[in-house]
């Protein structure tokens, strides 16, 4: 069964400063796994995506993170904050299956950044 | 707009009485997904299609809600007998996956939000 855990509910950075959101995750195969954002009032929007290719993939918005097996977690960095990335994270896994699984997604992790 | 549609964007219905939304996905996606999100937790799985095929429910899903897809295009979500702790924002996404490459990333339409009163 698939899952995910997002270690903390909120995260305050100052802007200018690095950004760090973390997410395990559990998964009986080789997973599929994503980093969506929701700004207030807004839709859900992919920042990035990890589908097993390189394991530090490039997102949006200078976003990355790191895909580790051996660790299971795939962490959302940013090196530098900006004040609009205040908004909420999610964190997405999805076994591969034979078509891919449903998304399952973690409880997320909103984002403040004081200026 | 070529993104996936979802009508109408808001709803409100007395307790008790039935609702439908529809979801339009983006052209060709051959998954499609529900979700339901109330304030401040995350999108909670009911249940997707590949194709026109229903594949999961979620458990937690009553009888109350059904869902279809059929021809594997637009999809309807309706609730029966509709009670207070219904009232959420439903989110409608669409994909296209493709034998043993699983998932592609899904995009996710704005949304319906329904407050039953």
């Known amino acids: 069964a698939q899952s995910v855990t997002q270690l903390d509910s909120h995260v305050s950075v100052s802007e200018g400063t690095p950004v760090l959101l973390r997410c395990n995750y559990s998964?009986?195969?080789?997973?599929?796994l994503f980093w969506y954002v929701q700004h207030p009032n807004k839709g859900l929007q992919l920042l990035l995506k990890?589908?097993?290719?390189?394991?530090l993939v490039k997102g949006i918005n200078g976003f990355e993170a790191e895909f580790k097996k051996s660790e299971t977690s795939f962490h959302l960095t940013k090196p530098s904050a900006h004040m609009s990335d205040a908004a909420e994270y999610f964190c997405v896994v999805s076994d591969k299956g034979e078509y891919g699984n449903k998304l399952v997604f973690g409880a997320g992790t909103i984002l403040r950044v004081k200026s | 707009d070529t993104g996936v549609s979802q009508d109408p964007r808001h709803k409100i219905t007395k307790r008790g009485q039935n609702v439908t939304f529809r979801c339009d996905p983006i052209s060709e996606h051959n998954r499609l997904y529900w979700y339901r999100q109330t304030l401040g937790q995350g999108p909670e799985f009911l249940t997707y299609?590949?194709?026109?095929?229903?594949?999961?429910k979620s458990r937690l899903l009553s009888d109350r809600f059904s869902a279809e897809r059929p021809k594997g295009s637009f999809s309807t979500l309706e609730i029966q007998r509709t009670e207070q702790g219904d009232s959420a924002m439903y989110l409608c996404a669409s994909s296209l996956t493709s034998l043993h490459r699983g998932n592609t990333e899904a995009f996710f339409g704005q949304g319906t939000r329904l407050t039953v009163v």
């Open positions: 299609f590949q194709n026109e095929a229903q594949l999961e």
């Open positions: 990890y589908t097993s290719a390189a394991t």
């Open positions: 998964s009986s195969y080789s997973p599929s």
